[in-house]
């Protein structure tokens, strides 16, 4: 599909699939939820310009590169972007951390927003919308018009999980984002839930129901 990353690294698919099985405890989960934005936040990274910088090694003087002072936003979607944020930001400590809230309703499966609070600088930023999962779409496709309406410009979004409906939806409204994920799965149940999924990920991260 058009603008989008299937990160298909082994170490990631070997995570994705105990983090897909229902054997798998909350505690467990969210570790292993953690590590995997870890390891895709390395790989939407990779593009990410360098610049040069003297230093001194033991040896003597040389040119080495570090990246460049780019600005990074992370934004997750509560609540289960949260349990990607600290994989991310341990790799970009210099990133700014925004919070978008939205849940789904479950009834409609459209989205209902009762937070947001992101950095004032969102126009000079990068910004990566995380979420562990685009289902219908309608949550992220939410989340990135209320940053473009607030000024931000360059925007992608980083999923575990996606399902062909939600990777259509964000497209179709937002063809330039460019959509991350570890697997794209079959389809969505009647109640919007992707298949085979791996459940509802608030509740398997958090413990609740
Ligand atoms: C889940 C998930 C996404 C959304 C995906 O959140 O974390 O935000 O559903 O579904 P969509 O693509 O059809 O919008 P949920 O609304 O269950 O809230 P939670 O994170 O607070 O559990
Ligand atoms: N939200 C979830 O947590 N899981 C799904 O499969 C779909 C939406």
Redesign the pocket.
């Known amino acids: 599909m058009d603008n989008t990353v299937v990160i298909d690294h082994p170490l990631i698919q070997h995570k994705l699939t105990y983090i897909r099985d229902k054997n798998t405890g909350t505690k467990e989960f969210r570790e292993l939820v953690r590590e995997v934005g870890t390891l895709m936040a390395f790989e939407t990274t990779r593009n990410l310009p360098l610049q040069e910088k003297e230093i001194e090694t033991p040896l003597g003087p040389t040119r080495c590169h570090v990246v460049s002072g780019k600005k990074l936003g992370v934004v997750p979607?509560?609540?289960?972007?949260l349990g990607m944020v600290e994989g991310i930001v341990g790799l970009i400590p210099g990133a700014r951390v925004g919070h978008i809230g939205?849940?789904?309703d479950p009834e409609t499966?459209e989205?209902v927003e009762y937070y947001c609070k992101l950095p004032s600088d969102l126009e000079q930023r990068d910004l990566i919308v995380i979420?562990?999962?685009?289902?219908?779409?309608?949550?992220?496709a939410a989340a990135i018009e209320i940053i473009k309406k607030k000024g931000g410009k360059r925007v992608s979004l980083l999923v575990l999980l996606a399902a062909p409906e939600?990777i259509e939806r964000v497209h179709r409204n937002f063809p330039e984002v460019t959509i991350f994920t570890a697997a794209i799965d079959e389809k969505l149940n009647e109640k919007?839930y992707i298949v085979p999924g791996l459940g509802?990920?608030?509740?398997r991260l958090y413990g609740t129901r």
Not at 77 to 81: F, N, Q, S, V, Y
Not at 200 to 203: E, I, L, R, T, W
Request: proline fraction near 8%; avoid cysteine.
């Open positions: 979607i509560l609540r289960a972007g939205l849940y789904r499966l989205p979420d562990p999962m685009l289902a219908t779409g309608g949550s992220a939600g919007g509802d990920a608030g509740d």
